[in-house]
């Protein structure tokens, strides 16, 4: 059954699957500079852009994405091409790293005035934030909520494919309009361009709102986002979608 899955997504789906095995279990030592952490922490790395869309926080995390990624994958392979739906997984993941990495930056410069403004030092949270230099220590702000949450934003990386594949999804939603899917909260099945913007709006008040109980909402959004410009603006030249 693995076999008959079009190349380009069984291939991805193979990579997560390694990179998750081996950094989890034989080199955990390389979890934290494969992850993506805010563009101005001392943590980050270029390579990181990349690399993140391989990275999961757990067994559950990467086991929906990867399913997801089954679901929605491989009719999108077939219609759109190899190399169109390769530009749109890793568009889509550029994507979600800009849009939660522009409200990091919003949120940081705002840490960043308040801390200023009480004469706390802005530089010791940075060069604490250092994982080359100190381990992860969140008590050494425990006591100010502004300085550790400057702290938790520099050192919290973001993991995950999920970015790339709600751009999948959101391709798939966009060229398949009608097309009805269920999900395991909603026990209707509910046509996809109905469902999507429903899930998009909750995504983007969990990310303003601060609840998001740690996941990156944003990041799906903006993965979203991409995936919709660029299936919007292929599907006028796919001929199967006239």
Request: no cysteine; net charge positive.
């Amino acid at each position: 059954m693995f076999n008959s899955i079009p190349p380009i997504t069984r291939n991805i789906i193979i990579i997560n699957i390694i990179v998750f095995i081996a950094v989890g279990f034989i080199f955990p030592q390389f979890y934290a500079s494969l992850s993506a952490f805010y563009p101005f922490s001392p943590n980050f790395r270029s390579w990181q852009i990349i690399t993140h869309m391989f990275m999961h926080g757990g067994f559950a995390h990467i086991l929906f994405n990867m399913l997801t990624l089954w679901s929605f994958g491989p009719v999108l392979e077939q219609a759109l091409g190899e190399k169109k739906y390769l530009i749109l997984y890793f568009l889509s993941g550029l994507g979600a790293f800009f849009l939660f990495n522009l409200w990091n930056f919003y949120e940081v410069q705002q840490l960043t005035s308040e801390l200023i403004n009480a004469n706390i030092n802005v530089s010791d949270i940075f060069m604490k934030a250092d994982f080359s230099k100190f381990n992860f220590n969140p008590i050494f702000y425990s006591n100010n909520e502004q300085a550790l949450n400057l702290y938790m934003a520099l050192t919290t990386p973001m993991v995950g494919a999920s970015g790339a594949i709600f751009g999948v999804v959101a391709a798939f939603a966009t060229l398949y309009p009608d097309a009805r899917i269920g999900i395991m909260f909603i026990p209707i099945p509910m046509k996809v361009k109905y469902l999507l913007p429903i899930i998009i709006v909750g995504s983007v008040w969990l990310g303003i709102s601060g609840n998001g109980g740690g996941v990156a909402h944003l990041a799906h959004v903006g993965g979203a986002l991409v995936g919709w410009l660029l299936a919007r603006s292929w599907k006028k030249h796919l001929h199967r979608f006239n």
